[in-house]
């Protein structure tokens, strides 16, 4: 038996080199992802920056605590609160007290994320002074980098100042730094202090105060502008090599299955010569099986050493991208390779399932398959495919009339698409000799038997046809699914904004600042001017008892917001929301009008609240509304406005532009807020997406290569017979190439209709959320996915098939098996 499989594995070399490629690259790919999202989850945390050498820090309070049966639950509020006087008191007994402020600082010709801070808090980074002195007086500065020299004048929004020092820049942010009491009078409001004193003594000293907490050692780094954000992109990395993870596993298991069932298939002629030769059913099944244990344990550990090369380039590019922290790197793990190892080598073995239907086949009928294809649709294949497209049918209606917003989450419409790509899959036998009949009939009636020929071919080769396709399909219903879910989202949140906004003009402050009251004044004196002036907050409710959920929410008073804002209410009026009420969507566990609920303001505030209107869900980015004084602590940060009757918009717009000069706000008309607010990409879903497609495109061009030059190779004699009837070498290849193109086409028609039906279900899901939108196809996309494949397809093919032509035909015709 060893010796029947080393001939075999010999002699067709080419099928199985089809094979163990297919086989090795997808364990790569598998080890690849695997190593990374390791990695990811064994990340350490980030170590102190802009107090690293600060000696204990005390923090207001930051986190809401709500206590539940289930246990403390924790949100972060949206407005800390300051230390309380009376504990700040207590700590100037024990020692210095310098008190942090952070504010955003807008120069024209510089960086555009500087933050200012006071003075005293420079020494805490630590930074040092590289060029000039400290800043003395209210209108000098010192400023980290090399953007601008020691004694040039700057221009800001808040004044012009003199830049009298510069310190090094450390890498985590772009800082000017003012005189302590210039930076209190910039910003008044004060969340954390460092305190020069034993760390017991300021835990003595806070206790008692509510939220008040202490930082010392490496938790200081809570207190750095952005704690999260390592933490964020490790758990963004986590979401994105899990997607990429799952999509590649789904991917390289179909194409792995498919290649290595149409390698069994087109050995037919052979089991039945061996059947006919004595052998015996389980002789067969049992050589098939072994074939597969080679190959698989083969293309197994070279899967994983090419894994474990691939994986650091994959880590060096997340970082360039700004994907991960810097030093994020390949940790040293083993059981992404044992996972990786192990499922291919299961894969290669499922092949026993085809090896079990080739030795189940009498002598007679094996040599008739080989020739015609004929019973591919078996009852297990049929019944799989039937229950798989049912199941996907009755789960989508399911949502539909339970839950459709979960339809609209990443992790659902990203594994919709493997539930249908596998049905249609196991279904595709039913749907290829009708479907390439039908593609090649405008061909077929051109003069000359090329059409006819392409027609019957890709008719008669199902299996072929099939097994061709199944990477096209894959392929081109990712991409379109894919990209057209989130393109389809993004959609139908720029027709909400364009739905509910109702003002003529909206006025934004510069970038990452807040409107102060003189600017304010100057909007609202504005003459014909209307002006909702709002802010953004936040809401926090207790569900079951056991869920604290934060919710978005904007200030607003309750008749500007009527007349510049549509609110999409299922119930209830905008006009009846005052200081103790509440407008919440229909996602909000109560959601009855006159129901009061039991709320957290966005400083922790506990408060009891009516229900004034019920909005309705659409795409979960609607929130609550509550007035300003439900929001403590919320700087207005938009300024709709509708013209008054009979005022010429103009005239208001350069008032409103006049109003705003000096603070560097921005005024647009609806139209341009509508364009300007159009859903941001998001960077790391977007990349996931093309590096989930890019390995896609690759590994199944890869993978389509192989099938075709497995599928060229066995048509040698048929093309020797065309040669010696008549046909030239030329008309033979563009008969391959036409042939090739032809299967493309099936395959990109199956894959266009998977994303059909799966960009139907987030429409269906939209619609019954009260959004109406356009279904988004991503057709440059799906065109270039299609053409790769197509160029891929064509070359795999005409090249084996132009380097076989090259010998003689008769010689051709007369090869022995």
Excluded at 565 to 572: E, F, H, I, N
């Amino acid at each position: 038996m060893l010796s029947l499989v080393l001939g075999t594995l010999r002699t067709r070399w080419v099928t199985f080199v089809g094979g163990f490629v297919a086989l090795s690259l997808g364990v790569a790919l598998l080890a690849v992802m695997g190593l990374a999202l390791a990695s990811s989850l064994d990340a350490p945390d980030r170590r102190p920056e802009r107090f690293a050498a600060a000696p204990v820090l005390v923090q207001g309070a930051h986190t809401l605590r709500v206590p539940t049966p289930a246990g403390q639950r924790t949100q972060k509020l949206a407005h800390p609160r300051a230390v309380p006087a009376g504990t700040v008191a207590k700590l100037e007994e024990l020692g210095a007290v310098v008190a942090d402020r952070t504010f955003p600082v807008r120069v024209a010709n510089g960086p555009d994320d500087l933050v200012g801070h006071p003075w005293s808090t420079a020494a805490f980074a630590p930074y040092e002074i590289t060029a000039g002195r400290a800043p003395k007086a209210a209108d000098e500065v010192v400023v980290s980098g090399d953007w601008v020299k020691p004694g040039a004048r700057v221009p800001t929004g808040r004044g012009s100042v003199r830049v009298v020092g510069t310190v090094a820049d450390r890498g985590f942010e772009n800082a000017v730094f003012y005189t302590d009491a210039r930076a209190a009078r910039l910003s008044p409001i004060s969340v954390q202090l460092a305190v020069d004193a034993d760390a017991a003594a300021v835990r003595e000293a806070v206790r008692g105060s509510d939220g008040v907490h202490v930082l010392t050692g490496d938790a200081r780094r809570y207190a750095d502008a952005d704690p999260e954000r390592d933490s964020e992109a490790i758990t963004a990395m986590n979401a994105m090599f899990g997607t990429a993870g799952g999509v590649s596993a789904f991917v390289s298991v179909f194409v792995v299955a498919s290649t290595f069932t149409f390698a069994v298939a087109q050995r037919g002629r052979e089991f039945g010569l061996l059947r006919t030769a004595g052998a015996t059913t389980g002789q067969i099944r049992r050589m098939v099986f072994a074939e597969a244990l080679v190959v698989g344990v083969l293309a197994s550990a070279t899967g994983c050493l090419l894994g474990s090369y691939g994986a650091p380039r994959l880590a060096d590019r997340v970082v360039d991208g700004g994907l991960a922290p810097s030093w994020f790197t390949i940790g040293d793990h083993t059981w992404p390779y044992h996972m990786a190892f192990w499922t291919g080598l299961l894969v290669a073995l499922c092949v026993a399932a085809a090896s079990w239907r080739a030795g189940r086949t009498g002598p007679a009928q094996a040599l008739r398959e080989a020739s015609v294809d004929i019973g591919t649709m078996t009852w297990p294949r049929r019944l799989c495919g039937t229950a798989l497209l049912l199941s996907a049918a009755v789960t989508l209606g399911l949502a539909l009339a339970g839950d459709p917003g979960e339809l609209l989450h990443r992790k659902t419409y990203v594994s919709r698409p493997m539930l249908l790509i596998t049905a249609f899959a196991l279904l595709a036998p039913v749907v290829v000799r009708p479907l390439a009949r039908l593609l090649a009939w405008l061909p077929a009636q051109l003069p000359g038997a090329g059409g006819m020929l392409v027609r019957e071919n890709a008719a008669a080769g199902v299996r072929r046809t099939a097994a061709i396709a199944a990477p096209v399909l894959v392929t081109v219903a990712l991409a379109g699914s894919l990209l057209g879910s989130t393109a389809t989202l993004d959609e139908a949140k720029a027709t909400e904004t364009r739905e509910q906004t109702a003002a003529d003009f909206v006025v934004t402050p510069a970038s990452g600042t807040d409107f102060d009251a003189a600017t304010l004044t100057g909007l609202r004196e504005v003459p014909g001017a209307k002006v909702s002036a709002t802010s953004s907050s936040a809401v926090y409710v207790l569900e079951d008892g056991v869920a604290l959920i934060k919710s978005r929410a904007r200030a607003a008073e309750a008749g500007p917001l009527a007349a510049t804002t549509r609110l999409p209410l299922a119930v209830g009026e905008v006009s009846d929301l005052d200081d103790g009420s509440i407008i919440v969507n229909s996602e909000w566990q109560r959601h009855t009008v006159g129901q009061r609920v039991q709320v957290w303001l966005g400083d922790g505030t506990e408060k009891t609240l009516r229900i004034a209107a019920v909005m309705t869900t659409g795409t979960g980015d609607n929130g609550v509304y509550v007035t300003p004084r439900n929001a403590p602590g919320a700087l207005v940060d938009r300024a709709d406005v509708t013209l008054a009757d009979g005022a010429d918009a103009g005239a208001v717009a350069v008032g409103l532009r006049d109003a705003v000069r000096d603070s560097g706000g921005q005024v647009r008309t609806k139209a341009q807020w509508v364009e300007a607010t159009y859903p941001d990409r998001d960077r790391t879903t977007w990349l996931g997406f093309v590096l989930v497609l890019g390995i896609a495109l690759l590994y199944t061009g890869i993978s389509l290569a192989n099938t075709m030059i497995m599928a060229t190779s066995d048509r040698v004699r048929e093309l020797a017979v065309l040669r010696l009837a008549g046909a030239t070498r030329w008309q033979v290849l563009r008969l391959v190439g036409a042939e090739a193109l032809m299967v493309v086409a099936v395959g990109a028609l199956l894959g266009l209709l998977v994303t059909g039906l799966n960009l139907a279900g987030v429409w269906g899901a939209l619609g019954v959320l009260s959004v109406w939108t356009t279904i988004e196809l991503p057709w440059i996309a799906i065109g270039v996915t299609v053409a790769a494949c197509a160029v891929v397809a064509v070359v795999s093919s005409v090249v084996p098939a132009a380097l076989v032509l090259r010998r003689r035909a008769v010689e051709i015709a007369g090869l022995r098996e």
